[in-house]
C-alpha cells in the first residue's frame, strides 16, 4: 500500500524560507514523476511543483522563482525548499506521485495522501 509522510512545516515570518520533506513507501518511486500540493483553508488543492523521473522540473507561477523541488531517488524522498515565503503561501502542503495526460497536464496518481505537513507565513 502507498505512503506518503509529509515533514517540515512549520510557522515562519514573511520572507523566510522552509524546507519540506516526503517519504514515500509502497510504490516504485524512482520511475514516477513527483509532485507537491498545497491547499489553504477554503479553496481546492492546487499542484505548485513538479520533478519528472528524469530530473526536470515545473512550477506554478505563484511559486515560480522562490520555490524548488528536488528528489533523492536512494531515500524514496521528494523535497520542497520554500524561500522568500509569503502569507499566501499558507497551506497544508502534500506530496503524491502524478499521472499524466495527452496534454501533458498533471493529475495525483494516488487517491491516498498522506497527513501533509502545515505551513504558515504569518509575522
Known amino acids: 500500500q502507498v505512503q506518503f509522510v509529509e515533514s517540515g512545516g512549520g510557522l515562519v515570518q514573511p520572507g523566510g524560507s522552509l524546507r519540506l520533506s516526503c517519504v514515500a513507501s509502497?510504490?516504485?518511486?524512482?520511475?514516477?514523476?513527483m509532485g507537491w500540493y498545497r491547499q489553504a483553508p477554503g479553496k481546492q488543492r492546487e499542484l505548485v511543483a513538479v520533478?519528472?523521473?528524469?530530473?526536470?522540473?515545473k512550477f506554478a507561477d505563484s511559486v515560480k522563482g522562490r520555490f524548488s523541488i528536488s528528489r533523492d531517488n536512494a531515500k524514496n524522498t521528494v523535497y520542497l525548499q520554500m524561500n522568500s515565503l509569503k502569507p499566501e503561501d499558507t497551506a497544508v502542503y502534500y506530496c503524491?506521485?502524478?499521472?499524466?495526460?495527452?496534454?501533458?497536464?498533471?493529475?495525483?496518481?494516488?487517491?491516498?495522501w498522506g497527513q501533509g505537513t502545515q505551513v504558515t507565513v504569518s509575522s
Open positions: 503524491n506521485a502524478l499521472r499524466t495526460d495527452y496534454s501533458g497536464n498533471y493529475s495525483p496518481l494516488y487517491m491516498y
Open positions: 509502497g510504490t516504485i518511486f524512482e520511475i514516477y514523476n
Open positions: 520533478i519528472r523521473d528524469g530530473g526536470s522540473t
